[in-house]
């Protein structure tokens, strides 16, 4: 078989293992959503599918070419199952990377696309939470979520030492410093560039905030479906300050870290554990575990046809 049909193969084969794996979970999930509102659940799907354009729009903010459309967002939908199959986003990267490139971008100027991606949606995200919080500053009962003052100092310690490391590496290291020059100076140029154009300055940045909101919509549609008497304000806010604290414990696709955080973050703002519990393997198999296995049919397409 030629090299790129079992590339695009692989993506199916270690989707169809992860799915073999977490079965078990997956049919007790389905069967609550099996009695829940049909309606509510169209809707977290709809915010899931406007959650991929979002995050086209805003990758096209980006870079100042314009990138093919049908592409962009396929190539989204695909990232979606690469994200599940390494920490810290780096398939969903390493997709959007592959795409920049054979768009003809060079390799410093795709790099620093992806770097200017990644703090937008930080930044929306980030923004989105204090303005929930401060619209609702009594939503959430803090105490226990939040990590205490030997876990931040410990947290603390640790953000020293690699940022500690990374100074003496950059100190050592001449090709790592010349490299890390020449990235910056690519990544500020194009910025600057960018923001010169309404279009795109609008496309990032609209994009960058819609994407996280159209997840925290998301998750609120799979609470009201399954009856939680909480609203989806409460809803929203637990989801922005669940990522945001899971981003701290990078894992594939955040499974472990943002469910444990999300989980937390609703007993936060008033549902019960057991209805937490629910509405996070819901949220989770409407938003991820549906779309994985056509996600990844999708990856393995691009993959053939030299999209990627």
């Known amino acids: 078989m030629p090299w790129r049909t079992l590339a695009g193969l692989i993506p199916v084969l270690l989707v169809g293992g992860w799915v073999s794996q977490h079965w078990s979970l997956i049919e007790t999930g389905c069967r609550d959503l099996l009695a829940a509102n049909r309606g ?95 619209l609702f500053p009594h939503a959430l009962h803090l105490r226990g979520l939040l990590p205490d003052g030997n876990a931040l100092l410990l947290l603390g310690l640790l953000a020293v030492l690699v940022l500690g490391a990374a100074a003496l590496a950059l100190a050592l290291l001449r090709p790592l410093r010349r490299t ?53 304000a409460h809803v929203a806010l637990a989801y922005l300050l669940a990522t945001c604290l899971a981003a701290a414990v990078p894992t594939p696709g955040g499974i472990g870290s943002v469910d444990a955080a999300l989980a937390l973050a609703l007993v936060a703002a008033g549902a019960s554990t057991t209805a937490a519990a629910s509405a996070v393997l819901g949220y989770r198999i409407v938003t991820v575990w549906l779309p994985l296995v056509p996600a990844a049919l999708t990856l393995g397409a691009l993959v053939r046809r030299k999209v990627l």
């Open 40 to 134: 509510w659940l169209l809707a977290a799907l709809a915010a899931t599918g406007l959650g991929w354009v979002a995050n086209a729009v805003a990758r096209q903010g980006t870079v100042l070419e314009p990138l093919p459309p049908a592409r962009l967002l396929a190539t989204q939908f695909a990232a979606s199952a690469a994200g599940q199959l390494a920490p810290a986003g780096i398939g969903a990267s390493a997709v959007n990377l592959r795409f920049l490139r054979t768009q003809g971008l060079p390799l410093l100027r795709s790099s620093a696309a992806l770097a200017l991606y990644s703090l937008a949606e930080s930044v929306g995200r980030v923004t989105l939470l204090l303005v929930l919080l401060a």
């Open 180 to 232: 890390t020059r020449d990235f910056l100076a690519a990544a500020l140029t194009d910025a600057r560039t960018l923001h010169t154009r309404p279009s795109r300055a609008l496309a990032l940045w609209g994009g960058s905030l819609a994407f996280p909101a159209l997840q925290a919509a998301g998750l609120a549609a799979v609470t009201l479906a399954l009856g939680i008497p909480v609203s989806a």
